[in-house]
């Protein structure tokens, strides 16, 4: 797909090969150096900011009125610094044009906000009325606010928030590609979650677990998950990151569609999880994210979603999923009885 407005990519077929920065225009060179010079005031100002936390954190919390109160006003005065940072290059337009073209660092603030800035204004709208349609709030969890970009694909099949997937798609095990807009690398666990399995003896839907991985790292530059590959090299069992495997998607003739919600939990301070304890003591039937979320100490950063219903090839994953005694149910619509008819009283219409 092509990246950068059409305007400006027609125009490129025709110019020279010029660095963008040395265009020969008068105008643009001296728009340059206005932001240069604007540019440099912000770097001063950066410097200032770097001193000041450095003196705050040399300084006694008893003079800075209390540790909680200093910490408050370190993660304050951070944030001040980041946001020097962007302001310093948001109005440079070789800073644009790198982000245009696909080619950002995302290791820069710069970058990250322009990124994170592109995806709320088109992509997160439509993830929000996907979770808004399919009532995945609040379904499976009360509130839900997304501030990671996470992308679904099983092979080269990348699946759009809400889709429909083959079941013979789905039987194998995707991969996700997660694009976090805040610096540093953080563990995430990947969870699945059917909330749509039928269950006969209460005329109701119950929930069901397809798949736990931990201690994933994640960072504005790692963003490729690839979910089946996770325990390729892994010898230690203790260094294991699938809790529980993939349990491909299956429906039932007749039942309606399922809903397979892909949830991206950031873990509490980097803590690892074992997850051999957790494949052990986790039910894949009747399973509660909530409960698994206050258990481990985790928070939803994002999430995908697809469907998957009956067809063609659904007979055969559940014959290899090993569920071939189900393959023959059919749900059907319960027969509504008409109430008995009552003759009217012939006298009245006389």
């Not at 805040?182 to 979650?193: C, I, N, Q």
């Not at 397809?210 to 325990?231: M, W």
């Not at 659904?314 to 071939?324: E, P, T």
Request: charged share 30%.
């Amino acid at each position: 797909m092509p990246i950068g407005s059409r305007r400006r990519r027609a125009a490129l077929k025709d110019s020279l090969n010029i660095p963008f920065e040395q265009l020969p225009y008068q105008c643009f060179q001296d728009a340059r150096k206005v932001l240069q010079d604007d540019r440099q005031e912000k770097i001063k100002q950066i410097e200032v900011a770097r001193l000041r936390i450095a003196n705050l954190k040399a300084q006694d919390e008893a003079i800075s009125g209390g540790k909680q109160a200093k910490e408050n006003r370190l993660r304050s005065m951070h944030n001040r610094l980041e946001e020097l940072k962007i302001l310093a290059d948001i109005n440079d337009p070789v800073v644009k044009k790198k982000h245009e073209d696909g080619e950002g660092d995302m290791n820069k603030p710069i970058y990250r906000y322009l990124a994170d800035k592109q995806w709320r204004q088109y992509r997160r709208k439509i993830l929000e009325q996907r979770i808004s349609q399919l009532n995945l709030v609040p379904d499976i969890l009360p509130n839900l606010d997304p501030v990671a970009e996470v992308d679904l694909a099983f092979g080269r099949h990348k699946i759009p928030h809400g889709d429909f997937v083959d079941s013979l798609i789905s039987e194998n095990v995707p991969r996700l590609k997660v694009q976090v807009f805040d610096k540093g690398e953080r563990l995430v666990t990947v969870v699945v979650v059917d909330p749509d399995v039928p269950i006969v003896q209460r005329d109701g839907f119950d929930y069901r677990c397809h798949f736990i991985a931990s201690n994933i790292p994640i960072s504005p530059t790692s963003t490729s998950i690839a979910l089946n590959q996770l325990d390729l090299r892994v010898k230690d069992a203790s260094a294991k990151h699938i809790a529980l495997p993939w349990l491909p998607p299956t429906a039932h003739r007749g039942a309606p569609y399922h809903r397979l919600a892909v949830f991206l939990l950031r873990q509490a301070d980097g803590k690892v999880i074992d997850t051999a304890k957790v494949g052990d003591s986790t039910k894949r039937d009747g399973f509660i994210l909530r409960s698994f979320m206050d258990k481990q100490k985790l928070t939803p950063v994002g999430v995908t979603v697809f469907r998957t219903k009956w067809d063609e090839n659904m007979a055969g994953v559940m014959q290899r999923a090993g569920l071939g005694d189900q393959v023959n149910m059919e749900f059907k619509r319960k027969r509504v009885e008409p109430l008995p008819y009552k003759k009217k009283d012939g006298a009245r219409y006389r």
